[in-house]
């Protein structure tokens, strides 16, 4: 163990020694490999018993919490850390779906709401993971996403995502991977609303709308007298 502190230190500080640009190129890499990993699992997702892109206006509600949550002042500060993470993820996506369809035209048109939830939150803290290493256990986080039809009350889907983080890689990385946790899952259900969106990365999909009226011939030009 104590050899494993001490390799862990040395990586740390190696990190530390490294030019501003280099670090900052990390973490982008870092940002990168989250984006990638989180459309691949939301892929895996089951996806919703209706097209969402039929929806002129998506509406996210307040984070809710399981009740071990809410009785856990400690897990409560850790679920509002993944919040800060995961509305501005989503909240960008919605803002630009929602940008598509101006708000008098959408008066009265399909609405989805999303409910988000978190069922399970343990999240090892960095100073844990520095002086007491893999023996301060997993992390671990799972958040639900019920999305509902404003009219009807329609269920579309409920998916749950879950992520855990080995107590063994967050001591090596000093908690980090424990932090890089809720950013995945955050991320991962930013890219399931974008994923059933049609939302590519060249070009995002409007919301249905009505064909536009075929365009008349033109009038055939008179022939010129002989």
Known sequence: MRNAFLAAAIVCAGLFAMPASAQEAEQTNVEKRIVLVAMSDAEALQAPSAPLTRYARIVIEPMTYSPLIEADNRKKSKAKDFEARF???????????????????????????????????????????FWVGALSGDSNLSVSMQLIDAASGTLLANPTISKSSNGFAGAWTFGSTDNNLMNYVAETANQYIIRHLNIGPSAAAEPAAAPAPAEAPAPAEAASPP
Do not use: C, E
């Open 87 to 129: 509305f501005p993820r989503i909240q960008n996506t919605l803002d630009a779906w929602n940008a598509k369809v101006p708000a008098d035209s959408a008066a009265g048109a399909p609405q989805l709401i999303i409910k988000p939830r978190i069922q399970s939150l343990q999240i090892v803290s960095g100073g844990a993971r």
